[in-house]
């Protein structure tokens, strides 16, 4: 489960002044998950690093990163685009545009002759 994933329930809350922040509201799923991990370190039975998601990080590195609790800086994350094969993918996107395109012109006309029909051309 990755991290950066966990963005579809984003709020916007009114903090100083007017000024709004947006926050990502975890559901009760996410939650759950959240607890689980937890209370799995916590404990110390059957915990393990989860990529992209947890890491247990030392006082000593938390002391060297400045004290931030910023994820990214403890918690590597893999671009998982380079495993795309880019030549293949584009041929797909492609033919998908092809395709809309077709739709699009096809409906255009259909409205176009639609209007003519009743008496208002709209070209």
């Known amino acids: ?27 009760d799923e996410q939650i759950a998950r959240v607890k689980k991990i937890y209370n799995s370190w916590q404990s110390g039975n059957d915990y393990s690093d989860v990529p992209e998601l947890s890491r247990v990080a030392t006082l000593s590195e938390i002391r060297d990163k400045g004290y931030s609790f910023a994820s990214s800086k403890y918690i590597e994350f893999v671009d998982h685009d380079l495993e795309i094969d880019y030549p293949t993918e584009m041929t797909r996107i492609q033919n998908e ?18 209007f003519r029909g009743i008496g208002y051309d709209i070209e």
């Open 1 to 27: 489960m990755d991290l950066r994933r966990w963005d579809g329930q984003i709020e916007e809350i009114v903090i100083d002044k007017g000024k709004k922040k947006k926050k990502t509201v975890l559901v």
């Open 97 to 114: 545009m092809c395709e809309l395109l077709t739709l699009e012109k096809n409906s255009q006309t259909m409205l176009t002759d639609a």
